[in-house]
Antibody
C-alpha cells in the first residue's frame, strides 16, 4: 500500500526540540521531492520545508529558517524534520507529503506549551 | 494573510454548481501550475486537481479546475452532501522559493 506514516510528535516546552519522522512505503521514495506541511488547530495549511530527491536542494518557509532542518534517508525511505527552538506558534499537526502533495500522511501533533 | 487568496466560505444546494476562486500573482500562479486539495473533517488533505486541470484517478469528473493568468478556479458540479469540506489551492512561488497555499474555503452544502 502506498502510504506515509509520521511519528515523533508530542508535548514540548518553548525553546525545546523535537525530531519528526516519516516512513514511506509502496513507492520509490528516492524518486520524489518530499515536504513537511503543517496545520495549526483550526487553521489552514502551511508548507514548512521540502527536499530534493538526493538531498542536494532544500527550501524552508521564512518562519522556520535557522530553527528547523529537513533531511532524508533514501535507504530507509524516511523523511525527517529536526525542530529546535520551538515556539508556541509552531503548535500544529505536521504532515509529510510527496511531490506536489499528491500523497499525504495522517500527521503527527506537535504541541509547544509550558 | 495567505499568499494565495480564496474566499473563506462557499455554499450551495444539492445538484448545484459552485466555484471557488484562488487569486495569486506572477511569481506563483502566473508562473507555475495550481493544485487543489479537499480536506474532509478530521482527515488529511487529498489532492483533487493537479497541474491546473488534471484529475487523479478516483476523483469524480464533477470536479474540474481551470487557470487564467494569475487566478485559478475549482468548479464542483452536481453538488453532493459529501462534498462538504475545506478546499485549498497551492502553487510554487518563484520569489519566495517555496510552496504557498490559499487560506482555504469551507464549502457548506445546504
Amino acid at each position: 500500500e502506498v502510504q506515509l506514516v509520521e511519528s515523533g510528535g508530542g508535548l514540548v516546552q518553548p525553546g525545546g526540540s523535537l525530531r519528526l519522522s516519516c516512513a514511506a512505503s509502496g513507492f520509490t521514495f528516492s524518486s520524489y521531492w518530499m515536504s513537511w506541511v503543517r496545520q495549526a488547530p483550526g487553521k489552514g495549511l502551511e508548507w514548512v520545508a521540502n527536499i530534493k530527491q538526493d538531498g542536494s536542494e532544500i527550501h524552508y518557509v521564512d518562519s522556520v529558517k535557522g530553527r528547523f532542518t529537513i533531511s532524508r534517508d533514501n535507504a530507509k525511505s524516511s523523511l525527517y524534520l529536526q525542530m529546535n527552538s520551538l515556539r508556541a506558534e509552531d503548535t500544529a499537526v505536521y504532515h509529510c507529503a510527496r511531490a506536489y502533495f499528491d500523497l499525504w500522511g495522517r500527521g503527527t501533533l506537535v504541541t509547544v506549551s509550558s | 494573510q495567505s499568499v494565495l487568496t480564496q474566499p473563506p466560505s462557499a455554499s450551495g444546494t444539492p445538484g448545484q454548481r459552485v466555484t471557488i476562486s484562488c487569486s495569486g500573482s506572477n511569481s506563483n500562479i502566473g508562473s507555475n501550475t495550481v493544485h487543489w486539495y479537499q480536506q474532509l473533517p478530521g482527515t488529511a488533505p487529498k489532492v483533487l486537481i493537479y497541474s491546473n486541470n488534471q484529475r487523479p484517478s478516483g476523483v469524480p469528473d464533477r470536479f474540474s479546475g481551470s487557470k487564467s493568468g494569475t487566478s485559478a478556479s475549482l468548479a464542483i458540479s452536481g453538488l453532493q452532501s459529501e462534498d462538504e469540506a475545506d478546499y485549498y489551492c497551492a502553487a510554487w512561488d518563484d520569489s519566495l522559493d517555496g510552496w504557498v497555499f490559499g487560506g482555504g474555503t469551507k464549502l457548506t452544502v445546504l
